[in-house]
């Protein structure tokens, strides 16, 4: 029988009972200063000596009594019988107080003679100007930076006591094999724990990861005990949720006491705390999102309040291009990735699911939708917490719209000159709002061939008041990709899937359909959409669908068949104002490049014939070339 969550803890009542029920390991340990970078001090760290030690001098000359220079002016030079040539750096001797700089001096035999007069201390550092022996270096507290490790090597400390955390990771469950391992039908990679040890000894935790447990009460009862014995905060993956082989709970309660299970957290929600020995045992969902949210939110502040090197947090402000939904009552996190378009920064949520871990992959950033609000509206401002460099933000791309094989090149091409496309499947009318509401840098157009601007209204109605300037990518062969090879007869006898109304390969399709008069009501799934020929492909390979339109590169990806049905026209859309934009210009000469050209060469089907040529559309309805070398500041004036 299926468990129940019977109450749900707030997040943030849980992060209290977790920040509360258990004592701060007092355990430190000695390191090299070479393995401190990132590290906080545990105690101060003073000077073992002072810095310099002596007077030494700072520039290369003489040094000299001051006393005995007082009066030396152009007029009135002062030959100097008492000096001590010295090099910077060089100890300046007792009798002499200041340097004059070789410069400042004029050689006569065994003399010098000097024009203007030396203070004391005139470019003489003196003797524990850097820091005095015995001086607070660092204090407790401090984070290790990699420059503090140059000064406390020069102030005599080779060593420093930092915060040690032992923290035991066990992955549970029979379908696990470990990284390296192929998986078999059924089974899944061990990922979890892996990302949870790099994360936790990029804080400093001395981590220990035990070998995979099978689903079985007494094994993960005593591998439980084994890693309480030996860690200060244990860390259990999967097991968590309320199926029938989740037995993490159960272990935890016959060993301890079990501290709230199931929280108000989207992704995250089954995770667990316990209480063994006195000390946490943390439990983690087993879908990688869920779990890279529960190491985020509860771990990381659980290890900063013991003394860890805390996580950088970048945050900025930033609007939403389509609205989230949340239940009341939960925290949501929700990855995103952002851009900065003109003054405003965009940022896209990414779907929902919590096993889908490209998503952390793709995304620059994630937001907390709190638990009293219902959701975000579009357009409404959020703050993003950023996952990478905030620089990047500045370098990305938002380019909304249909996908094809081709923008992968292209982003693997320009991510060479320090540029990121972000790139989302939202079909040519989700493009064309994009555009709109100048929410993203330019948009992806898939537009069938048969179908100029004048022919295709949903483009020219929906088209910016200052137009549009589109940049041709490719002409794509289209067609209808099967497991098994296909004539059209065949499409009533075929489970199909479709693609969404304003996509080029539903218009090719209906007009197929159309020309050979077959009734769209009688091809099984005709209603059944999915988001893009990507989607198309994977449904036809997992045996959801017989067949589906995609074009000639996803379905050889795929392996499937291909019947081609017609073309399409692969465009870049792009606002004229922002023609201008450095990283367009940088966008649209990657796509006239040669080396670009050469890489799309390896697909069949793809007429590269007009790739890089633009055209300016206009709303009423007038079309102009544009040539290769008309600079874009003409256009976007």
């Not at 060089?90 to 107080?97: G, R």
């Not at 990305?396 to 081709?406: C, N, Q």
């Amino acid at each position: 029988m299926a468990k129940r969550y019977l109450t749900l803890t707030s997040l943030e009542h849980a992060l209290s009972i977790l920040k509360t029920s258990f004592q701060v390991p007092e355990r430190r340990e000695t390191i090299p200063i070479t393995h401190a970078v990132g590290r906080l001090v545990a105690v101060p760290v003073y000077a073992r000596y002072s810095v310099p030690e002596v007077n030494i001098a700072a520039m290369d000359g003489i040094a000299v009594r001051s006393s005995d220079t007082v009066g030396a002016s152009e007029q009135a030079p002062l030959t100097l019988m008492q000096f001590s040539r010295v090099n910077t750096g060089n100890i300046v001797p007792d009798t002499f107080d200041a340097v004059i700089m070789i410069e400042d001096t004029w050689e006569w035999e065994d003399t010098f003679q000097i024009r203007k007069p030396a203070g004391p201390g005139q470019y003489v550092r003196p003797a524990g100007e850097d820091v005095r022996q015995n001086q607070l270096v660092l204090p407790a507290g401090h984070l290790i930076r990699p420059f503090d490790i140059g000064a406390l090597a020069t102030y005599g400390i080779t060593q420093v006591e930092v915060n040690r955390v032992r923290v035991g990771i066990i992955p549970t469950g029979s379908e696990l094999v470990p990284v390296g391992v192929r998986p078999k039908p059924g089974q899944v990679v061990e990922s979890n724990t892996v990302m949870a040890q790099v994360l936790l000894d990029g804080m400093g935790a001395t981590c220990t990861r035990y070998p995979i447990v099978r689903d079985e009460p007494d094994l993960i009862s005593r591998a439980l005990q084994v890693a309480v014995s030996e860690n200060d905060l244990v860390l259990i993956s999967a097991g968590s949720s309320a199926g029938t082989r989740d037995f993490t709970a159960g272990v935890i309660s016959s060993l301890g006491d079990l501290l709230f299970h199931g929280v108000a957290i989207r992704p995250g929600k089954p995770v667990m705390l316990g209480k063994i020995l006195g000390k946490p045992v943390l439990g983690l969902p087993g879908y990688p999102l869920a779990a890279q949210t529960i190491l985020r939110e509860f771990v990381v502040p659980l290890l900063e309040t013991w003394g860890l090197a805390p996580v950088q947090r970048y945050t900025l402000r930033g609007k939403l291009t389509q609205a989230i939904n949340s239940d009341p009552g939960f925290d949501d996190f929700v990855p995103v990735y952002a851009g900065r378009v003109g003054q405003t920064c965009w940022c896209v949520p990414h779907m929902k699911g919590s096993g889908v871990q490209m998503a952390t992959i793709r995304a620059n950033g994630y937001i907390h939708v709190p638990a009293p609000l219902e959701g975000c509206e579009r357009e409404s401002e959020v703050e993003i917490i950023l996952t990478t460099d905030p620089n990047r933000i500045e370098r990305t791309l938002i380019l909304p719209g249909s996908l094809d094989p081709s923008l992968k090149d292209l982003a693997n091409y320009v991510h060479n000159q320090g540029l990121f496309i972000q790139a989302t499947e939202v079909g040519n009318m989700g493009a064309l709002s994009a555009l709109q509401k100048n929410a993203c840098h330019a948009a992806l157009m898939s537009l069938p061939v048969f179908s100029t601007p004048p022919d295709c209204p949903f483009l020219v109605q929906h088209l910016p008041k200052v137009g549009l300037v589109l940049i041709h990518i490719a002409t794509i062969e289209t067609g209808i990709a099967s497991r098994v090879e296909l004539d059209p007869e065949d499409l009533v006898n075929v489970r199909w899937i479709n693609t969404r109304k304003d996509s080029a390969y539903r218009m090719l399709f209906d007009a197929m359909l159309s020309s050979r008069r077959i009734d769209p009501v009688s091809v099984n799934g005709y209603t059944h959409e999915v988001n893009g020929p990507d989607a198309v492909a994977t449904a036809i390979c997992n045996k959801i669908a017989d067949a589906g339109m995609c074009n000639t590169g996803i379905a050889a990806a795929a392996a499937l068949h291909f019947m081609p049905t017609g073309q399409q026209r692969y465009e870049l859309a792009i606002r004229p104002e922002m023609l201008g934009d450095p990283k367009i210009c940088s966008l649209i000469a990657a796509i006239r490049s040669q080396e670009y050209h050469r890489i799309l060469s390896k697909y069949s089907g793809y007429d590269l014939s007009q790739t890089g040529t633009a055209h300016q559309y206009f709303k009423d309805y007038t079309i102009r070339e544009l040539s290769k070398d008309i600079p874009f500041e003409v256009l976007s004036a």
